[in-house]
T-cell receptor, first 116, second 113 residues
Framework: GAVVSQHPSRVICKSGTSVKIECRSL??????MFWYRQFPKQSLMLMAT?????????EQGVEKDKFLINHASLTLSTLTVTSAHPEDSSFYIC????????????FGPGTRLTVL | GNSVTQMEGPVTLSEEAFLTINCTYT??????LFWYVQYPGEGLQLLLK?????DKGSNKGFEATYRKETTSFHLEKGSVQVSDSAVYFC????????????FGQGTRLTINP
């Protein structure tokens, strides 16, 4: 149990376009979802925290108008990278947690974004 | 602010060798400490955790003890296997922001047969 999926697993897009990444909890209801960014050989950096039905809380330095997060249901959160540029190329990872399980986060496999 | 520093990799060992991956942290209050493992092509999985000083987390032969006096949470395994090859992340969550995880930079471990 507690499986989290991400789609797509990798995406290549042209500069200036927008890209949507989906994060789904497959077998549980996720009250909170998190989005992380991971640069090569570096740690995961938390970008934002989202609770179902409310606006996401962004970490300092993360542009909320560039990284749009929607958590419309208890099993789905989306991250849209708007007007993507090469510097947005990275590995994006989501995680989900559910109430009553010590707040443990379950991680998706990640999405590799390459902006040309 | 809170931070985690872990041993730089990559680390390469032979099968059945003893493993230590160092992790130290800086945090206010009494954080919970975690080790996550990321196998190739997969998401991060919780390996073990400890929520208070002197607690020992253990799983799959791995152990780590929460040492408040040295602000450390070193990961150890007595005899590694090829299947342990992965990237290991040390992380903490503060008492105040229980769901926010702060990660170390990760240590890539390769075990040769």
């Amino acid at each position: 149990g507690a499986v989290v999926s991400q789609h797509p697993s990798r995406v290549i897009c042209k500069s200036g376009t927008s890209v949507k990444i989906e994060c789904r909890s497959l077998d549980f209801q996720a009250t909170t979802m998190f989005w992380y960014r991971q640069f090569p050989k570096q740690s995961l950096m938390l970008m934002a925290t989202s609770n179902e039905g409310s606006k996401a809380t962004y970490e300092q330095g993360v542009e909320k108008d560039k990284f749009l997060i929607n958590h419309a249901s208890l099993t789905l959160s989306t991250l849209t990278v708007t007007s993507a540029h090469p510097e947005d190329s990275s590995f994006y990872i989501c995680s989900a947690s559910r109430q009553g399980v010590n707040n443990e986060q379950f991680f998706g496999p990640g999405t590799r974004l390459t902006v040309l | 602010g809170n931070s985690v520093t872990q041993m730089e990799g990559p680390v390469t060992l032979s099968e059945e060798a003893f493993l230590t991956i160092n992790c130290t942290y800086t945090a206010t209050g009494y954080p919970s400490l975690f080790w996550y493992v990321q196998y190739p092509g997969e998401g991060l999985q919780l390996l073990l955790k400890a929520t208070k000083a002197d607690d020992k987390g253990s799983n799959k032969g791995f152990e780590a003890t929460y040492r408040k006096e040295t602000t450390s949470f070193h990961l150890e395994k007595g005899s590694v296997q090829v299947s342990d090859s992965a990237v290991y992340f040390c992380a903490l969550s503060s008492a105040q922001g229980a769901q926010k995880l702060v990660f170390g930079q990760g240590t890539r471990l390769t075990i040769n047969p």
